[in-house]
C-alpha cells in the first residue's frame, strides 16, 4: 500500500498550490479520502474529506471557501486544490485513506509554506 503525496512547496501569501496523492496497493474506489495538517509545535487536524464516491465533501472552517478536495478514481488519485493561501496555512500535508475498521493508511507527507 502506498500514498504518495505531491505539489507542495513555497508560495506568497494570496497564491494557489494543488496537492495530489497517488494510491496504490488497495482498491482505491472504497475508501473515503481526506487531506491532514500538522503545523510545527501543533496538532494534526483534518482540512478536507471526500466519500467514495465524491458526492460528499466536509471541510474545516479554517479552509471553507478556500480549498476544494476533489477525486479522480480512474487515476486512484486524490487531490486539494488550495487557493487564498495564508500564513496560516503553513503545514505539512498528509493524505489518509480510510475503510471501515482496521483500514486505514497515511502518505509522508507534502510541506506547503505560504511565506512572502
Known amino acids: 500500500v502506498q500514498l504518495v503525496e505531491s505539489g507542495g512547496g513555497l508560495v506568497q501569501p494570496g497564491g494557489s498550490l494543488r496537492l495530489s496523492c497517488a494510491a496504490s496497493?488497495?482498491?482505491?474506489?472504497?475508501?473515503?479520502m481526506s487531506w491532514h495538517r500538522q503545523a510545527p509545535g501543533k496538532e494534526r487536524e483534518l482540512v478536507a474529506s471526500i466519500s467514495t464516491g465524491g458526492g460528499s465533501r466536509n471541510y474545516a472552517d479554517s479552509v471553507k471557501g478556500r480549498f476544494t478536495i476533489a477525486r479522480d478514481n480512474a487515476k486512484n488519485t486524490v487531490y486539494l486544490q488550495m487557493n487564498s493561501l495564508k500564513p496560516e496555512d503553513t503545514a505539512l500535508y498528509y493524505c489518509h485513506a480510510i475503510r471501515g475498521r482496521g483500514y486505514s493508511y497515511w502518505g509522508q507527507g507534502t510541506q506547503v509554506t505560504v511565506s512572502s
Open positions: 496497493g488497495f482498491t482505491f474506489s472504497s475508501y473515503d
